[in-house]
Nanobody, 124 residues
Framework: QVQLVESGGGLVQGGGSLRLSCAAS????????MAWYRQAPGKQRELVAGTTSDGSTKYADSVKGRFTISRDNAKNTVYLQMNDLKPEDTAVYYC??????????????????WGQGTQVTVSS
């Protein structure tokens, strides 16, 4: 009943920039937290950046000063602006959202959803 669709990944040279987008759709009542995670080959998935409905943000130490998370509540969309990319940023990036939504029977529920992932590759 809720889908997260990511876009914006790709191949970029070190020092370059990319902007990821994640749009939520479905019978959404409200979205609380939204975040970006990433998973590199052979590594665990890790939090990159997160934001709550009141606008507060948090970042992994490895991306502070280079990445910026933002959201457009009217569009149910979260963005990740990534600047000064490094080869170690190479990973599959996943969008995550805590969503309150209506079921088909009209019941209000809250669940966590993940996007399908988008590949970011940074060459040296």
């Amino acid at each position: 009943q809720v889908q997260l669709v990511e876009s914006g990944g790709g191949l970029v040279q070190g020092g370059g920039s990319l902007r990821l987008s994640c749009a939520a759709s479905g019978s959404i009542f409200s979205i609380n937290a939204m975040a970006w995670y990433r998973q590199a080959p052979g590594k665990q998935r890790e939090l990159v950046a997160g934001t709550t409905s009141d606008g507060s943000t948090k970042y992994a130490d490895s991306v502070k000063g280079r990445f910026t998370i933002s959201r457009d509540n009217a569009k149910n969309t979260v963005y990740l602006q990534m600047n000064d990319l490094k080869p170690e940023d190479t990973a599959v990036y996943y969008c995550n959202a805590r969503v309150r939504y209506y079921t088909n029977s009209g019941v209000l529920r809250e669940d966590t959803y993940w996007g399908q992932g988008t590949q970011v590759t940074v060459s040296s």
